[in-house]
């Protein structure tokens, strides 16, 4: 029997990017839920306990690190994997995101759909 699916909070608010993860992600069996913005985020994560985020930085209402900040300060959210795909290049960017408590951090055009999709099944 199979396991649960696992659910992939998709944080992004490129409408385009974002249904072309969450299709990528159906299509290799996870159950996704879309979020546009920083606020958004927050709410469904409390709702929806995901078994991994991929977080935008680059987000309206609250920025992806405000929403790191937050979901990682409970420490029940400390092994929760949160993938960061920003177009935020920078050195101190990247640092303060891993600081932050990000699990990994890709730049989106460094990084393919499918090199996105293989890191998500490495941490699920």
């Known amino acids: 029997m ?6 992939i909070l998709i944080v992004e608010d490129d409408l385009q990017i974002s249904k ?3 299709i990528q ?12 913005n920083g606020e958004e985020a927050v709410e469904l994560f409390s709702a929806q306990k995901p078994d991994l985020i991929i977080l935008d930085l680059m987000i ?7 929403v790191l900040k937050e979901i ?9 994997p949160i993938l960061i795909i920003s177009n935020l ?3 101190d960017d990247k ?4 600081d932050l408590g ?23």
């Open 25 to 36: 992600l159906q299509r290799e069996g996870f159950s996704t839920v879309l979020a546009r």
């Open 89 to 91: 290049g920078q050195n």
């Open 102 to 124: 990000a699990t990994e951090y890709l730049i989106k055009i460094d990084h393919p759909i499918q090199e996105i999709i293989d890191k998500v099944k490495k941490y699920l």
């Open 60 to 66: 309206p209402k609250r920025d992806g690190f405000s």
């Open 95 to 98: 640092k303060r995101a891993m």
């Open 20 to 22: 072309v993860y969450e």
């Open 72 to 80: 990682r300060e409970n420490s029940k959210n400390s092994t929760l």
């Open 2 to 7: 199979a396991s649960a699916q696992k659910r």
